[in-house]
C-alpha cells in the first residue's frame, strides 16, 4: 500500500488560496490520488480525485506531476466553513485505500 | 445528507453488553465499509462488504461481528466489547463495479459515536 506524507497543520485566513501538498513517493501504476475533507463528529467527504496531470472541479483543484510522487491539493479563496481535516489517499480502490493523520487546516476570519 | 443512515447516533454500552449499529443506504450502492475512528487516530478500516460479500476483514477482534444482509443494509453486531473500543464508528457505500474499480467514491454517514464503560 502506497503511503502518505502529509503536514499535520496549516493555518490560513479568509480569501486566501490553500494549498496542500501530500507526498506518496511508491505510488502503484494502477493508483488513483483522492482527497477527502473531514469536519468534527462527522463522517470525510470526497472532494476530488484525480490520476495525473490536473483536475478540478466547482469546490478544488488537484495538481498531480508527471512523477505522480506528490500531488496539491488546491482550495480557492477558503473560508471559515473551509476548517476541516484534509485527508490524502493512493491506491487502486477503495479496499485498498487507508486514511493517514490527515492535514488539520485552520482557516482564520 | 450524504444517503447514507447510521443508527443509534450515541450508544452507550457497558462490557457485557451485547448491542448492533446500523447503516442504511438508499444510493443503489454496491459496496459497504465500516471504519473505526478513535479519539486522535487516522479512520481505520474494519470490514468491506462487495456485493453482500466480505472481502476485506482487517484484524478486528471476533467481538466485532458484522453483518451485510442485502446490499443497503449493513450491522456492525457488538459484544464484550472493552473501554478502549469506544470510539466514532463510520459507515461507509460505494459503486463498485469490480475488486479494481477506482471509481467508489465513499459516502459516509455521519457515524454512531460508542463509549464502552
Known amino acids: 500500500l502506497a503511503k502518505t506524507t502529509q503536514p499535520i497543520s496549516m493555518d490560513s485566513y479568509e480569501g486566501q488560496e490553500v494549498n496542500i501538498t501530500c507526498s506518496h513517493n511508491n505510488i502503484a501504476t494502477n493508483d488513483y490520488i483522492t482527497w477527502y475533507q473531514q469536519f468534527p463528529s462527522q463522517g470525510p467527504r470526497f472532494i476530488i480525485q484525480g490520476y495525473k496531470t490536473k483536475v478540478t472541479n466547482e469546490v478544488a483543484s488537484l495538481f498531480i506531476p508527471a512523477d505522480r510522487k506528490s500531488s496539491t491539493l488546491s482550495l480557492p479563496r477558503v473560508s471559515l466553513s473551509d476548517t476541516a481535516v484534509y485527508y490524502c489517499?493512493?491506491?487502486?480502490?477503495?479496499?485498498?485505500?487507508?486514511f493517514g493523520a490527515g492535514t488539520r487546516l485552520t482557516v482564520k476570519p | 445528507e450524504t444517503g447514507v443512515t447510521q443508527t443509534p447516533r450515541h450508544l452507550v454500552m457497558g462490557m457485557t453488553n451485547k448491542k448492533s449499529l446500523k447503516c442504511e443506504q438508499h444510493l443503489g450502492h454496491n459496496a459497504m465499509y465500516w471504519y473505526k475512528q478513535s479519539a486522535k487516530k487516522p479512520l481505520e478500516l474494519m470490514f468491506v462488504y462487495n456485493f453482500k460479500e466480505q472481502t476485506e476483514n482487517n484484524s478486528v477482534p471476533s467481538r466485532f461481528s458484522p453483518e451485510c444482509p442485502n446490499s443497503s443494509h449493513l450491522f456492525l453486531h457488538l459484544h464484550t466489547l472493552q473501554p478502549e473500543d469506544s470510539a466514532l464508528y463510520l459507515c461507509?457505500?460505494?459503486?463498485?463495479?469490480?475488486?479494481?474499480?477506482?471509481?467508489?467514491?465513499?459516502?459516509f454517514g455521519e457515524g454512531s459515536r460508542l463509549t464502552v464503560l
Open positions: 461507509a457505500s460505494s459503486v463498485m463495479n469490480d475488486i479494481w474499480d477506482h471509481t467508489g467514491e465513499l459516502f
Open positions: 489517499l493512493v491506491g487502486p480502490n477503495n479496499n485498498d485505500m487507508r
